[in-house]
């Protein structure tokens, strides 16, 4: 496997309120990963949405993090490039997000997206496309069919020069290999793109960071 298309890192979206956070911390030293922490208006407290109460032990300097915001809160964001109550949930954390993930179907103005992560302690903004890769470099792009159902979209398209591009859909411990061969094979030498998993580093619909070690393993040795 050539240095140049591996994934600058990759993100498992869905830590939960079992999840051993110690054990994400070690993960993250031996491999570059981001976790993708799931906020929802309606849905905090249920499932791969986790309770509050997680927030204050993901404190750790050694965790990259990033919020994927559905729901409500996705929504006010698109409409006006904010959410107070969102906001200020996330200021009381006492967290630093690298990245927000603004999942939505709604038209976007990426304009709003951006200016909103980056108040966010300039953070950027991720939006997902489900077709082509949109020529706006202001924002980080992320192809997904799939919105978390683990299904394998019927092509992964190419990014323009300067897109930082995201892939996801159908991919865990059993297909990350060879859906990364796919990617190979048509992806630009040299630019960068990461990869994100959600359903299948679960088991019984619980964060299993056995899979997520597996992943890595497929991934990067």
């Known amino acids: 496997m050539t240095t140049h298309v591996m ?3 990759v993100t498992f979206t869905g830590p939960d309120d079992l999840v051993d956070v110690d054990r994400m911390v070690a993960i993250s030293v031996r491999a570059p990963v981001e976790w993708g922490i799931l906020f929802s208006r309606r849905r905090q407290g249920m499932g791969r949405y986790p309770s509050l109460g997680l927030l204050p032990k993901l404190a750790s300097p050694g965790l990259r993090l990033a919020a994927h915001v559905c729901g409500s809160y996705a929504e006010e964001i698109v409409a006006t490039g904010a959410c107070l109550e969102l906001e200020t949930l996330l200021a009381n954390s006492g967290l630093r997000f690298s990245r927000f993930q603004i999942n939505t179907t709604l038209p976007l103005d990426t304009r709003l997206l951006a200016s909103f992560a980056t108040r966010m302690s300039g953070a950027r903004a991720i939006a ?10 202001s924002i980080d792009w992320l192809h997904d069919v ?10 992964r398209p190419v990014p323009e020069q300067g897109i930082f591009g995201g892939y ?3 991919l865990g411990p059993d ?7 796919a990617i190979r094979k048509t992806h630009p030498a040299k630019q960068r793109f990461w990869i994100d998993m959600e359903t299948k580093v679960r088991t019984n619909d619980i964060f299993d960071l056995g899979k997520v070690e597996a992943v890595l393993d497929a991934v990067y040795g």
């Open 7 to 9: 994934p600058e890192f």
């Open 128 to 137: 997902q496309c489900r077709d082509i890769f949109p020529d706006d470099p």
């Open 146 to 155: 799939s919105a978390g159902e683990g299904i394998v979209p019927a092509a």
């Open 168 to 170: 996801a859909g159908g």
């Open 175 to 181: 297909s990350v290999a060879a859906q990364l061969a």
